[in-house]
């Protein structure tokens, strides 16, 4: 059993920047891919970005593409999202996810792939 907690959400203008943590505890997360999804009010919820299990492979959503970064330090058992050019359509509740296939090299876009979910951050960009 996996558990994982976000933090870093708040408040920001739009053109900012906010950097979210995941610390996962539990588990083999260095085993897991992991990822980042959100969902805003009223809408479903949507893939971000996902990091292999090495870390050595990543791909975003292309609402994000060009400004968000995700990487991961498996000596601390934390995935991050480096958000940049923040936009007011960027508000949402931010989770990040374990993947259920250990050591797996794929891209996981899917939230149907991710069998451990933390709690999520909220991140609030105003115009």
């Known amino acids: 059993q996996v558990q994982l907690v976000e933090s870093g959400g708040g408040s920001v203008q739009a053109g900012g920047s906010l950097r979210l943590s995941c610390v996962a505890s539990?588990?083999?997360?260095?085993?897991?891919?992991m990822g980042w999804f959100r969902q805003a009010p009223g809408k479903e919820r949507e893939f971000v970005a996902t990091i292999t299990w090495s870390g050595n492979a990543w791909t975003y959503g292309d609402p994000v593409k060009g400004r968000f970064g995700i990487s991961r330090d498996n000596a601390k058992n934390t995935v991050y999202l480096q958000m940049n050019s923040l936009k007011p359509e960027d508000t949402a509740v931010y989770f990040c996810a374990a993947s259920m296939a250990r050591y797996s090299g794929a891209y996981h876009r899917n939230s149907d792939e991710y069998a451990y979910w933390g709690q999520g951050t909220q991140v609030t960009v105003s115009s």
């Open positions: 539990g588990g083999t997360f260095s085993s897991l891919a």
